[in-house]
């Protein structure tokens, strides 16, 4: 049966089972919240364990980031060296191209070089030769002209000398010969008359007579210290006057020292007094006469040096000198013309000249000059 209880005791039991109530409340707070907070905390190791790795997982990304960006890079470097590379070599293989046709063009362009050459030398040659003989002919022809223009002055002089010749005529059993110009014979020596104010002068001037003026002249030089070394030479301005104050005089000749350049020569000039005259050269037994049968014709010939005023005796021992075939050849002359030789020797009146230097075409040598006629 069941037993009422008192107001009191009903109070205490509903306080008891409020207590109980909340202790259990409080107890599963309290569980609640440690479990919580184990969870807070369990959840914030995962989480701080979890951010941790994402740094490091962003860390490890951008470092292969950027390792992949700096391999892109090489590989992008790479791949322009691998198209540089390629184009270089295409650009290789062009320039190959082209040096090989430049060479090529260069071989050709030499061997046709080498063949002008040889032809241009060729040419040379030829023109050089062709300037020669033109020269030679110009020279031959200047001379030719000269000879011309000496022979029509000869032409005139001896038609006016014929046109008023009053001498002795010449005998009808006497033949001209025509002029027959022809060279020297080998080994003939020159044998030289003057033929001036219509007399013959022999020259006697051998090569002991120069040798011997020579020595002489250069005594003078030895003894007055006149030379005044090789770039000098001798002094001419005082040398000539010593000498020519008292010349050298043959029968013929006065004989005086004068200059050409730096050259010494000797001069010969008539003397008016003497000479050959006319009557002696006509003369069958006269000085003259004696002297051409005398004459060494095999050894010498004769060099007629013609003044203006001379043609009458130069005809005249012209034809003495045909009669004895000796041969003979003549030269027309200016009034003041002066025959001179050289000296000799190495006596000079200022520096020696250099060698000339050797001709790599040397002309054609010359014919000898036609000194007989």
């Known amino acids: 049966m069941k037993s009422y209880s008192t107001l009191e005791e009903d109070d205490g039991d509903g306080l008891d089972s409020l207590l109980d109530t909340m202790t259990n409340v409080v107890g599963i707070l309290v569980m609640v919240l440690i479990a919580t907070q184990l969870g807070v905390k369990d959840a914030v190791d995962r989480i701080a364990q979890s951010e941790k790795g994402s740094q490091e997982s962003v860390q490890m990304l951008e470092q292969q980031y950027i390792s992949n960006q700096a391999l892109q890079q090489q590989l992008e470097e790479r791949f322009k060296d691998i198209n540089s590379e390629s184009t270089r070599q295409v650009e290789l293989v062009k320039l190959r191209q082209q040096l090989e046709n430049t060479t090529s063009n260069l071989q050709a362009a030499k061997t046709e070089s080498q063949l002008l050459s040889v032809k241009l030398k060729e040419q040379r040659k030829a023109a050089a030769t062709i300037v020669a003989a033109m020269e030679s002919q110009k020279k031959e022809k200047e001379q030719l002209s000269k000879e011309i223009s000496k022979n029509l002055e000869e032409e005139a002089r001896l038609k006016a000398l014929l046109s008023d010749y009053?001498?002795?005529?010449?005998?009808?059993?006497?033949?001209?010969?025509?002029?027959?110009?022809?060279?020297?014979?080998?080994?003939?020596?020159?044998?030289?008359l003057l033929c001036k104010t219509n007399k013959i002068y022999p020259l006697f001037f051998n090569e002991q007579d120069r040798t011997f003026t020579r020595k002489a002249i250069e005594a003078i030089v030895q003894?007055?210290?006149?030379?005044?070394?090789?770039?000098?030479?001798?002094?001419?301005?005082?040398?000539?006057?010593?000498v020519n104050r008292k010349p050298?005089?043959?029968?013929?000749?006065v004989t005086n020292l004068t200059r050409s350049g730096i050259y010494p020569r000797i001069s010969f000039t008539p003397r008016a007094t003497r000479g050959i005259a006319l009557k002696e050269v006509l003369g069958t037994k006269s000085r003259f006469s004696e002297f051409l049968d005398s004459f060494d014709r095999n050894s010498f010939y004769m060099r007629f040096f013609v003044y203006p005023d001379s043609y009458e005796i130069y005809m005249a021992a012209r034809?003495?000198?045909?009669?004895?075939?000796?041969?003979?050849?003549?030269?027309p002359q200016d009034d003041d013309w002066v025959y001179?030789?050289?000296?000799?020797?190495?006596?000079l009146f200022g520096?020696?000249?250099?060698?000339?230097?050797?001709?790599?075409?040397?002309?054609s040598p010359r014919p000898a000059p036609k000194l007989i006629d």
């Open 166 to 192: 009053q001498g002795k005529p010449i005998a009808g059993t006497e033949s001209l010969t025509l002029p027959n110009p022809r060279s020297v014979p080998e080994g003939a020596k020159q044998f030289t």
């Open 351 to 363: 520096p020696k000249p250099p060698p000339a230097k050797p001709n790599p075409n040397p002309p």
């Open 319 to 331: 034809r003495a000198a045909d009669k004895r075939a000796i041969l003979a050849g003549w030269e």
């Open 248 to 253: 050298p005089t043959s029968e013929y000749f």
């Open 223 to 242: 003894q007055r210290q006149l030379f005044r070394g090789p770039e000098l030479g001798v002094n001419h301005e005082v040398l000539l006057p010593l």
């Open 340 to 347: 001179t030789t050289h000296l000799g020797g190495s006596l």
